[in-house]
């Protein structure tokens, strides 16, 4: 499985971005997929998360109404709508993803509690 994130770039506060992350390779549902981002010397912060069993979607108390995550099958895609960006959004995004069958894990893996076995490379985002 390969995962690659797109769509990161430099924004002025208070604009949107949409990041997308391609998913190749065989993988089986129902699964977990999420958005974590990090900046140099802090800890990876999960950002939301969508188990795709029943379509719950978790997220970071800072983004909660801001950022929308979702996906579409048909294309094999996971998005990361991000609007009314703020500086303090400014991080390295990567896309993760796992086979599961619970959406229990799918929420520990979004705290941090768990861990996806398959990770993009990430793509920037700076916001000033």
């Known amino acids: 499985v390969q995962l690659v994130e797109s769509g990161g770039g430099s924004v002025q506060a208070g604009e949107s971005l949409t990041l997308s992350c391609l998913i190749s390779?065989?993988?089986?549902?129902?699964?977990?997929m999420g958005w974590f981002r990090q900046t140099p010397g802090k800890e990876r912060e999960g950002v939301a998360a969508i188990y795709s069993g029943g379509g719950r979607s978790f997220y970071a108390d800072s983004v909660k109404g801001r950022f929308t995550i979702s996906q579409d099958n048909t294309k094999n895609t996971l998005y990361l709508q991000m609007n009314d960006l703020k500086p303090e959004d400014t991080a390295m995004y990567y896309c993760?993803?796992?086979?599961?069958?619970?959406?229990?894990?799918?929420?520990?893996?979004?705290?941090?509690?768990?861990?996806?076995?398959?990770w993009g490379q990430g793509t920037q985002v700076t916001v000033s």
């Open positions: 390779g065989y993988y089986s549902q129902p699964g977990c």
């Open positions: 993760a993803l796992e086979e599961c069958y619970s959406s229990t894990w799918c929420y520990d893996a979004h705290q941090g509690r768990a861990e996806f076995s398959f």
